[in-house]
């Protein structure tokens, strides 16, 4: 019987051994499944759902679709789903688009890896059924303004996201800043988990600003015409704040878009916001969130627990960094300047000034100027120089003829120097005087552009004259080159045109151009010293023509025997004081003037006799 006992005994003390061991393996191994369940493995392909509370084309959604794509894990495959709160917000929503989530779910091959859930009403859904759908599966939240709900749902191991803390602080303050005299702050929200948030987030602001009355227009309580009635009671001694809107109290769906129109059409006041959607449509701006920030935020904690970090170890986190960020359009709208705005601001729609666009153009041409007129004086000193070392180098045996020859040449050269520096003075003192009345007409932009093209056109002039000038050393009064191409009449009467009577109108002096049997407009022939002429007899007629006369400019086409070429007569006149007959064989002489009082070189009315000095025809009409 002894020995019975001692036997059994055995046996039982090694059944319990084992029992033990097995007991012991079975909690590791436990243990270790469920560590597993909180990570996943990076070595497959990874497969996470998004989950958003609103619909695909809700401004919010995209940027956060494109924060989570653009930082999310190569090895990821992403799918979406949408609640569309934003347009149906019922319980029958809810529960349809439950059975249309489990019935995708169970499409899949696979669970899902892990979950994304998008704002406050796909959080609260996901909480609802978190069992059915994601049983072990790691869960992160990330646009929630609903402080609560984010808590609440962080209480899970399998759970953790980001809260959006909106900027209502800074915001204030900058409203603050720019309407020191408010007494009021009213934001406009709804009854909806994100809009609940949100005013929970604006009320707590109100402790910091006792002075100023904290105020909510509420969407969910209003039908349209009672919101709109609300809006345009608001006047210059509030603050207006948009923060949340999805509906009305009939259940009134309104896109991002919409709900601006309609805040920014009935309001006499700016309306800041506090994320970044929809600036530019209306809203002011100001301290914004970035949706695709939260986006981003949560597919970096994506990326940890791919990476092996346990869910459970991911504290809860904010979306707190905000930028400046305002609507230019809107700041002139409101008489907004930058200057009281943050250092750091960005502007959306921004319109350079007139400075900002042509500052450097106007700049440069001064420049130009500046450097023509050293290289006309640099030029005319060359010029002398070298005309006194020409009469050096002449040899003794031919001194006299070449002296004479020299003398003609000089008078002929110096005459023609003297008449291009003439010229280069006209259109210099006209672009000087276009740049000067450019600067005082920066506001009205038509003038602008009409001053601008006169500035090109008298630009290209004064060109034409300097290399003019620099050709000098060629120059023989006898052989001078009439240049033979072709060219339209209109031009160079539309540029004397605009020239001249800009000038006229400064004196206050009628100008008129009229044109008379001029059927032909495509001719061969030298524009510039044809316009050189023209300009010199203009600006003749317009030294003598006191204010308040008239100058025209008659241009006329005459039968010319021959069909190659056309005769044209150009006849200028004036109400100038004009000239007796004894004077009239002096009028082409060098520095002549008809009246010592007047100013000017007398040089103008003798260049039309170099340019033209062997009377040759110069103008002949294609066919």
């Given amino acids: 019987m002894f020995i019975f006992r001692t036997k059994h005994i055995q046996k039982l003390k090694y059944f319990m051994f084992f029992t033990i061991i097995f007991i012991i393996f079975s909690i590791s191994y436990t243990n270790g499944f469920s560590e597993e369940n909180n990570n996943v493995s990076s070595d497959k392909n990874i497969q996470v759902l998004f989950i958003s509370s609103y619909s695909p084309s809700n401004t919010s959604v995209l940027k956060q679709l494109e924060g989570i794509r653009e930082t999310l894990d190569g090895s990821v495959t992403l799918e979406s789903e949408f609640l569309n709160s934003n347009i149906i917000n019922d319980n029958k929503n809810d529960a349809l688009f439950y059975d249309i989530l489990n019935y995708h779910i169970s499409s899949y091959e696979n669970n899902f890896d892990i979950v994304i859930v998008g704002d406050d009403e796909a959080l609260d859904l996901v909480l609802k059924y978190q069992n059915v759908l994601f049983p072990n599966t790691p869960i992160i939240f990330e646009g929630i303004e609903n402080k609560f709900i984010a808590e609440k749902a962080a209480m899970d191991p399998l759970i953790t996201g980001s809260i959006e803390k909106l900027n209502i602080e800074n ?23 994100t809009g609940i948030g949100d005013r929970d987030q604006f009320y707590a602001e109100q402790e910091q600003f006792s002075n100023i009355i904290f105020k909510d227009i509420n969407s969910s309580e209003l039908n349209e015409e009672e919101f709109v009635s609300a809006l345009s009671k608001l006047n210059n001694d509030s603050i207006l704040f948009y923060l949340n809107m999805n509906e009305t109290i009939d259940k009134k769906q309104y896109s991002d878009y919409e709900v601006c129109k309609l805040i920014t059409e009935n309001t006499t006041i700016p309306t800041f916001c506090l994320t970044d959607l929809n600036i530019g449509n209306g809203y002011l701006g100001g301290a914004v969130l970035s949706s695709k920030q939260s986006g981003i935020i949560a597919a970096n904690t994506v990326n940890s627990i791919i990476n092996g970090q346990n ?6 986190s904010e979306n707190s960094s905000s930028k400046y960020k305002f609507d230019f359009k809107v700041m002139k709208k409101y008489h907004i300047s930058s200057s009281s705005l943050p250092s750091n601001s960005i502007y959306v729609n921004y319109e350079k000034s007139f400075r900002e666009k042509y500052g450097k153009l106007l700049a440069i041409g001064s420049i130009l100027i500046m450097i023509l007129l050293l290289l006309i004086q640099f030029v005319i000193k060359w010029f002398e120089s070298r005309m006194k070392n020409r009469k050096l180098e002449i040899s003794t045996s031919t001194l006299k003829e070449a002296l004479k020859i020299s003398e003609r040449n000089g008078i002929a050269k110096s005459e023609y120097l003297n008449c291009v520096s003439n010229e280069i003075k006209q259109p210099m003192s006209t672009l000087i005087s276009l740049i000067n009345r450019t600067k005082k007409e920066l506001n009205d932009s038509e003038k ?52 001249f009577s800009y000038l006229c109108n400064e004196r206050n002096i009628t100008f008129s151009e009229n044109r008379y049997d001029i059927t032909e407009n495509n001719y061969y022939g ?30 006329t086409q005459k039968p010319s025997g021959d069909k190659n070429y056309a005769i044209l007569e150009f006849v200028v006149s004036d109400t100038g004081i004009g000239m007796s007959k004894d004077k009239l064989d002096k009028v082409f002489s060098n520095n002549y003037n008809n009246d010592s009082a007047q100013n000017g070189s007398g040089l103008g009315l003798s260049m039309t006799k170099i340019y033209f000095y062997d009377e040759r025809k110069y103008f002949c009409y294609k066919h």
């Fill in 311 to 316: 869910i459970s170890e991911i504290p809860l």
């Fill in 171 to 193: 915001n204030i303050h900058t409203a603050l800043n720019l309407y020191p005299d408010a007494k009021n702050i009213i934001a406009i929200s709804d009854n909806t988990l």
């Fill in 526 to 555: 030298d524009s510039y010293k044809l316009g050189l002429l023209l300009s010199n007899l203009l600006t003749n007629a317009l030294k003598y023509t006191e204010n308040g006369n008239t100058i025209d400019l008659k241009s």
């Fill in 448 to 499: 602008t552009k009409q001053n601008i093209n006169a500035i090109d056109d008298t630009a290209h002039t004064l060109f034409n004259s300097v290399n003019e000038l620099l050709n000098i050393s060629n120059l023989d009064i006898q052989t001078l080159e009439i240049n033979h191409e072709p060219f339209k009449l209109s031009r160079v009467l539309n540029d004397l045109r605009q020239t």
